[in-house]
Nanobody, 112 residues
Framework: QVQLVESGGGLVQPGGSLSLSCAAS????????MRWYRQTPGKEREFVAG????????NYADSVKGRFTISRDNTKNTLYLQMNSLKPEDTAVYYC?????WGQGTQVSVSS
């Protein structure tokens, strides 16, 4: 069955960096676009970044453009999100998504 397992979350100070990973299994990873979303309590899940199946095309939410980088390694069936210059408003649970499949999420907290 399809599994998406996120890792790499944690607590970081404002201005710091974190790198998230999403290990995918149960489907042909290299044939599907992938996305990162995030959610805070009481708010709807919001799109963060997306990447095409080959990795040749990416897009970002305006709020993270220039600070976050999405990438993928199709040989490892893994999706990544490099997050730099983190702000307190980036605090959320981050989810990996493929079509209608979701991971369990990883908590990112940005606080001094």
């Amino acid at each position: 069955q399809v599994q998406l397992v996120e890792s790499g979350g944690g607590l970081v100070q404002p201005g710091g960096s974190l790198s998230l990973s999403c290990a995918a299994s149960g489907f042909t990873f290299s044939t599907y676009g992938m996305r990162w979303y995030r959610q805070t309590p009481g708010k709807e899940r919001e799109f963060v970044a997306g990447i095409s199946s080959s990795g040749g095309s990416t897009n970002y939410a305006d709020s993270v453009k220039g600070r976050f980088t999405i990438s993928r390694d199709n040989t490892k069936n893994t999706l990544y999100l490099q997050m730099n210059s983190l702000k307190p408003e980036d605090t959320a649970v981050y989810y990996c998504n493929s079509r209608f499949y979701w991971g369990q999420g990883t908590q990112v907290s940005v606080s001094s």
